[in-house]
């Protein structure tokens, strides 16, 4: 006779389901919204969460979503392997700028999980026999400037591969090459921004554990080249990502870290780039110093006079007034968010086609929160035109998200159209 040697039931689950005081059809609820956000469509229920007390394990990336879920209802850090649903598997965490990129660049081509606060590396390139030399840095700034603007105006599904490339086989050689002090200072600067342009690519991607680990990266490769700006501008870019994914907390924390050293060393525009950002996330957490962070950036851009030639991090009153717009809806005030979003789309440079899309998508769905149906239908209609040649998982989102908002007046005439040529209009 075969004795069937049962699974231990996982009391550690079932303990912290107690203190969030949660059922777990909440759990499961939370774990699919977490997931969405990253791009994973999970279908989990409480069945699912019920066969987890039992003692089943599930697949990733289920035990990191769990933990997430549950550190924001208890307000503590919680690891995977505290939840029972997996046995501990830490990540490597520090390393140099050169092992972080080459770590994440050695996982572009596998969907994780984004972590609060995760990072991981590894990976070793070969070293070119030629010396590095001014030209060579010449080249990853022009490159830069080239995959930059391109970003602006066809989205990340444009310069994702050529970017990635770049990165993977010329920059990582190039910085572990022979090479003198000042050159090498200057090549690690060039790619700590390279790195930051490949995470926030990764971000309007939708792929978030990338992102995380690209600016990461872009940070640590920016205190190697002693460029205390580009350590602020990758922090910023994980409070934006932070912000998106709901992590309010630490997005307010990145933020006010990147202001406080960016203040410190940068020019005033950007300057207005780090306070805008630091606004967003304080009306998020329902802080009031928000408005007075708008009229700072304001004021440091009145100062510095344009937006300068910045390939990454460009901050302009286009840019300030999408803030602004942010800011007025966190706070409930939609109709000086529409406002801003009108400003905002006309200060936007015409080469921004992205941007632009996102702000009048924006537009239109503050429009249908005031209840103004017509008004939203002709802004996604605009939207709609703004749309094709955009290759973005954000443009896409907004587009998802806006045709789900006028599902319910189908019958009217006006949403009825936008629906049909939304239909109509190639994916």
Do not use: K
């Not at 910085?175 to 600067?189: D, I, Y």
């Not at 587009?399 to 109509?424: H, K, M, N, S, W």
């Amino acid at each position: 006779m075969t004795v069937r040697r049962l699974r231990p039931p996982n009391r550690a689950l079932r303990a912290l389901l107690t203190e969030a005081g949660w059922s777990g059809a909440s759990l499961a609820r939370e774990v699919n919204s977490l997931g969405a956000a990253q791009g994973f469509a999970l279908r989990y229920d409480r069945t699912a969460v019920s066969h987890w007390l039992s003692g089943t394990q599930p697949r990733p990336p289920a035990p990191e979503l769990v933990a997430q879920a549950l550190s924001s209802r208890l307000g503590r850090r919680l690891r995977p392997a505290e939840t029972g649903l997996v046995h501990e598997t830490p990540r490597a965490v520090g390393g140099d700028g050169f092992a972080l990129l080459a770590g994440a660049l050695g996982t572009a081509e596998a969907r994780e999980v984004y972590v609060p606060g995760g990072l991981t590396l590894s990976g070793i390139t070969a070293v070119p026999a030629t010396r590095i030399g001014p030209p060579h840095v010449e080249s990853a700034r022009h490159l830069l400037v080239v995959l930059s603007r391109s970003d602006d105006v066809f989205g990340s599904g444009a310069v994702r591969e050529p970017l990635r490339r770049f990165l993977g086989t010329v920059l990582l050689p190039w910085l572990r090459g022979p090479s003198t002090p000042a050159v090498r200072r200057e090549l690690f600067e060039v790619a700590a921004q390279l790195a930051y342009l490949c995470g926030f690519v990764a971000y309007d991607s939708g792929r978030h554990a990338l992102a995380q680990r690209m600016y990461g990266a872009a940070a640590r490769l920016a205190d190697e080249a002693g460029d205390r700006v580009g350590h602020a501008v990758a922090l910023r870019g994980l409070s934006v990502q932070a912000h998106q994914l709901g992590h309010v907390t630490e997005a307010r924390a990145l933020a006010r870290e990147a202001v406080r050293i960016g203040v410190r060393h940068a020019p005033p525009q950007r300057h207005a780039f780090f306070l805008g950002q630091l606004a967003l996330t304080e009306a998020a957490a329902g802080d009031a110093a928000c408005l007075t962070r708008l009229t700072q950036a304001e004021r440091c851009l009145e100062r510095a006079g344009g937006a300068g030639d910045l390939p990454t991090g460009a901050f302009h009153p286009g840019a300030l007034a999408l803030h602004q717009a942010y800011v007025h809806r966190a706070r409930g005030d939609h109709r000086s968010a529409v406002r801003a979003l009108e400003i905002s789309l006309r200060h936007r440079p015409p080469d921004e086609r992205r941007s632009t899309a996102i702000t009048l998508a924006d537009l239109a769905l503050t429009h249908l929160d005031i209840g103004h149906l017509d008004r939203a239908c002709a802004a996604a209609h605009t939207f709609l035109d703004a749309r094709p040649g955009v290759a973005s998982a954000r443009v896409e989102g907004r587009l998802r998200t806006l045709l789900a908002r006028l599902r319910p007046y189908a019958r009217d005439r006006a949403a009825a159209g936008v629906l049909e040529r939304a239909r109509a209009a190639p994916s």
